[in-house]
């Protein structure tokens, strides 16, 4: 069965034949055509089952010194180390958290970076988001756990990441929205956040001014967000997304409305020129790893590797990771 929508050909086949099937420019204005090129990318994106994944273990979370529990929510890997943003639930109020650690170590160093008021009390932005490093900074998203809510973006030093030391941020900015990831441009120094469930894509500078709002047929285009109502669509929720030089490469769980997408539902994402009204786009679903969605919470771009951070933090941990050149073939 060929689907002809112009000015591309899409071709629907079983999944053992999807691999070169949805590399394409989305150039069209028309929601008729975007909406049916979007429907075939994403019910029939390419496959990756046979995705040579290697899974490097993790020390145990330990607080304070005690076992400690933790929702995973970002990932970003500099060198050697790997970055961890997650809320810590077994306590209350409920914390934001930023970890760190190696593959050669057996513990995390923790920073607290849930925000206080003016008083000195824990307010609810306890849910830190998808984060991503300018090269000095790493920008993160801290926001209330519910839609709509309010959130505050910081920029931490990476210098001041000094085990024992409380973290202080050198910017921040607040966004009335609920912002679950960030990925950051250095070269344009531009900060995108995606909300609850994508259904908004807000892009800033690096002086927390907003400069341009994608909803609606924008995203519909690009595949992304979850809306119920009579305008509703399907698409990928963004739990984490990088920029490495011209690409944004995004991750998340591909849904619908009704919640009936079945399994896999993780995907990967790779835009080019993302702001442009040309850009590029291939959509690869991942596949299930040990009953677990490789694309549902931390993920980060090091040079060729791609790393999956799907699982909370506690007594056992793991990352996946994936040669890149795996996903973009």
């Not at 204005?29 to 899974?55: G, Q």
């Amino acid at each position: 069965l060929k689907i002809l929508v112009s000015p591309v050909q899409f071709r629907l086949s079983p999944p053992s034949s999807m691999r070169l099937t949805t590399s394409t420019t989305v150039p069209w204005k028309h929601p008729f055509f975007a909406a049916c090129a979007m429907l075939v990318l994403h019910a029939h994106p390419s496959w990756a089952e046979d995705l040579p994944i290697r899974e490097i273990k993790l020390p145990p979370l330990v607080v304070n010194g005690q076992p400690a529990r933790a929702h995973t929510q970002g990932l970003e890997v500099l060198g050697a180390k790997f970055y961890v943003t997650a809320r810590r639930d077994d306590v209350l109020p409920k914390r934001a958290l930023l970890l760190r650690t190696d593959a050669a170590r057996a513990d995390w160093d923790v920073w607290d970076i849930t925000p206080v008021d003016p008083r000195g009390m824990v307010t609810t932005l306890d849910h830190p988001g998808g984060m991503q490093s300018d090269g000095t900074r790493l920008w993160i998203p801290l926001a209330e756990s519910k839609r709509q809510g309010r959130s505050v973006i910081r920029a931490f030093p990476i210098v001041r990441l000094i085990p024992g030391q409380a973290l202080e941020p050198d910017f921040q900015f607040e966004v009335n929205d609920h912002i679950g990831a960030v990925a950051v441009d250095p070269e344009h120094k531009l900060v995108l956040g995606a909300n609850w469930d994508t259904e908004a894509v807000y892009v800033w500078d690096f002086h927390g001014r907003l400069q341009r709002t994608l909803k609606g047929s924008a995203l519909t285009e690009r595949g992304l967000g979850v809306v119920s109502g009579t305008d509703g669509r399907a698409g990928l929720a963004v739990q984490d997304w990088k920029f490495q030089g011209d690409h944004l490469f995004a991750s998340g769980l591909f849904r619908t409305p009704g919640g009936t997408a079945e399994p896999p539902q993780s995907r990967w994402i790779t835009f080019g020129g993302f702001l442009e009204s040309e850009f590029r786009q291939k959509s690869v679903a991942l596949p299930v790893r040990h009953r677990v969605e490789l694309g549902q919470e931390g993920m980060a771009v090091l040079e060729q590797t791609v790393y999956f951070l799907p699982e909370d933090l506690g007594p056992s941990s793991r990352l996946f990771s994936v040669p890149r050149a795996e996903l973009e073939n």
